[in-house]
């Protein structure tokens, strides 16, 4: 779970398969919570594996200690930049919230980039796009 060694990899796996072919990249991961809300992920794990993982593996945390680190940034820097982050969520969550719900039609918008015919569970429910 590091950001830069997950870049250089992918720049590496981009090279490989633009040159010699087809190429393999797991990324392991770790899912601080369940699978879905009847999932709370606590019967297989418990809180403190939880918190271990995030104080010792977690991306942004490491990330973030890097950039301190190599004097790339300050604390007082980062939490501003978290400060102006939270802003801008915030705004973009009151704009979805106070957005009309969208047409069932525009479930099918901007899916393909070129005309594709989409089928629908039912025959009659299918859409030919024109984009």
Do not use: C
């Amino acid at each position: 779970m590091n950001v830069l060694q997950s870049a250089e990899a992918a720049k590496f796996a981009i090279n490989y398969a633009k040159t010699k072919g087809p190429i393999l990249l797991e990324g392991m991961t770790y899912r601080y919570q369940g699978h879905s809300m009847s999932d709370p992920g606590t019967t297989y794990r418990n809180r403190d594996e939880v918190e271990g993982v995030r104080k010792s593996r977690d991306p942004i945390v490491k990330v973030h200690q890097w950039l301190i680190d190599h004097k790339l940034a300050t604390e007082d820097e980062l939490t501003a930049i978290t400060d102006e982050v939270k802003k801008e969520v915030d705004v973009a969550v009151e704009f979805a919230a106070s957005s009309p719900m969208p047409s069932p039609d525009d479930l099918y918008k901007f899916v393909y980039i070129e005309d594709m015919p989409i089928r629908g569970i039912e025959l009659s429910k299918s859409h030919n796009l024109k984009v």
